[in-house]
């Protein structure tokens, strides 16, 4: 039970820290794209747009699933029973990590590809707002894990 707990409590942790991280990439490019002697030269570029998305999925899946892993933390048990939620963990982590990882290799790929091309802060913050979205996809891999020996421990998961 000692060990359950323990991964309970990571799970609420690690998706506090991933709302975090994927609210301060967000936050980053937002601030980027409507800041005005580079809007459009930041907002020009569609894969920046596609890393935005990914952030702001990062966000959206963070903020409906930290209630469910606060009652979960707090009482000890789900709000709903059976296994819609520990699957709905499962898997929804799993979509979202991948959201998460392709957009930081977009992100990394297009700042790379144009720091010859153009210099200065836009790319810079370009690498930091990817940068920001790496740490949260990595939080979110480690919850995958976490969820995964949560629905295997519970038998929902077939050996």
Do not use: W
Not at 16 to 42: D, N, Q
Not at 97 to 103: C, H, P, Q, T, Y
Not at 121 to 130: D, K, N, P, Q, V
Request: overall charge positive.
């Amino acid at each position: 039970m000692a060990s359950s707990r323990a991964i309970i409590n990571s799970i609420l942790a690690l998706r506090i820290l991933t709302l975090l991280l994927c609210a301060a990439s967000l936050a980053l490019i937002v601030l980027t794209m409507l800041r005005g002697s580079i809007k459009s030269e930041f907002r020009g570029i569609k894969s920046y747009r596609y890393v935005l998305g990914a952030a702001a999925g990062g966000v959206f899946y963070s903020l409906i699933q930290l209630p469910f892993a606060m009652y979960h933390a707090i009482k000890e048990k789900r709000i709903i029973r059976g296994k819609f939620l520990p699957m709905f963990d499962f898997y929804g982590d799993k979509v979202i990590a991948f959201l998460l990882a392709s957009g930081v290799g977009l992100g990394f790929g297009v700042s790379f590809e144009f720091k010859d091309i153009k210099r200065g802060e836009t790319l810079e913050r370009g690498y930091i707002a990817s940068a920001l979205l790496l740490a949260g996809f990595i939080t979110m891999a480690l919850l995958t894990i976490l969820t995964s020996m949560n629905c295997k421990a519970r038998g929902f998961l077939a050996s």
